[in-house]
């Protein structure tokens, strides 16, 4: 197996990328795209930015290019994406997010404030996102009734140590 980079996607206006998930979008009938979540001129602490943004590329090339699609502005650093549904679920700062895709922008859907930022992973109708500090939450999607509720939130004690 031979590691080659395929396509390099430079960032402009002192963007840096956090996230990206590949999404088959059920609106475009599976097709895969790839999404990034940026920000611009991002602080870490006290974490801040000047706007984020979720960036969207479809795959040419049998994969081996991309093409970009369109640039969604977002209020916060996107630090999760997840392919969910069909539909793109996003970690945005304090809120968990689900966007469909559309012509020129990604289309939010559903929107619940919580406070997850970092990690997420999906069974079939749940979401399990976690932030890195001690929280893991459980949100079911009600796709036809347009929101997300919030079943549980599990807490765990971790020590964090450093070298």
Do not use: W
């Not at 390099?8 to 059920?26: I, K, Q, R």
């Not at 922008?105 to 990690?119: F, M, P, S, T």
């Not at 893991?136 to 599990?154: D, K, L, N, Q, T």
Request: proline content about 2%.
């Amino acid at each position: 197996m031979e590691s080659k980079t395929l396509s390099v996607v430079h960032l402009d206006d002192n963007e840096a990328a956090f996230s990206l998930a590949v999404v088959p979008f059920s609106a475009r009938g599976g097709e895969l795209h790839l999404v990034v979540g940026t920000a611009a001129d991002t602080l870490i602490s006290p974490r801040s930015c000047t706007s984020g943004y979720l960036r969207t590329y479809k795959f040419t090339d049998d994969g081996a290019g991309l093409e970009f699609q369109h640039k969604t502005e977002v209020d916060d650093v996107p630090l999760a994406l997840l392919a969910f549904q069909g539909r793109l679920v996003a970690g945005v700062g304090k809120a968990l997010r689900i966007y469909d895709i559309g012509k020129k922008k990604l289309l939010r859907k559903v929107e619940n404030k919580v406070i997850i930022d970092h990690q997420s992973d999906s069974s079939d109708l749940t979401v399990y996102p976690s932030d890195f500090h001690n929280c893991h939450c459980v949100f079911g999607h009600a796709r036809f009734a347009h929101h997300c509720r919030g079943y549980a939130r599990i807490y765990s004690v971790r020590s964090i140590q450093s070298a």
